[in-house]
């Protein structure tokens, strides 16, 4: 099992970046194929990007992100990162991260485990 906590939203003007953590406690992180997703507000949650375990050497990204964000981890300190740049007004949401030993998934229900969320919100 595996507990995951975000952490590096906030608030920012268009076109800034921001830098999403995802601390995860808990045994073989590395053995993890983990994701990202955001919830708008009245919206359904939206796949963003996948990444595989172990080396991470598989990633997935929604088009609507794609070339904008970049997915990462880091094993060694049980952490995955969303890098996000040039942000816009519609980029505003709860972003969360969610991790599955099975496989990697666009689709949320595939995912055991989530963490708690952290606001992103990006102003005009």
């Known amino acids: 099992q595996v507990q995951l906590v975000e952490s590096g939203g906030g608030l920012v003007q268009a076109g800034g970046s921001l830098r999403l953590s995802c601390a995860a406690s808990?045994?073989?992180?590395?053995?993890?194929?983990m994701g990202w997703f955001r919830q708008a507000p009245g919206k359904e949650r939206e796949f963003l990007a996948t990444i595989s375990a172990f080396s991470g050497s598989n990633t997935y990204y929604a088009d609507s992100v794609k070339g904008r964000f970049t997915i990462s981890r880091d094993n060694a300190k049980n952490t995955m990162y969303l890098q996000m740049n040039n942000l816009k007004p519609e980029d505003t949401a709860v972003y969360s991260c969610?991790?599955?030993?099975?496989?990697?998934?666009?689709?949320?229900?595939?995912?055991?485990?989530w963490g708690q969320g952290t606001q992103v919100t990006v102003s005009s």
């Open positions: 969610a991790a599955d030993i099975r496989g990697t998934s666009r689709y949320a229900s595939s995912y055991p485990y």
């Open positions: 808990g045994r073989f992180f590395s053995s993890y194929h």
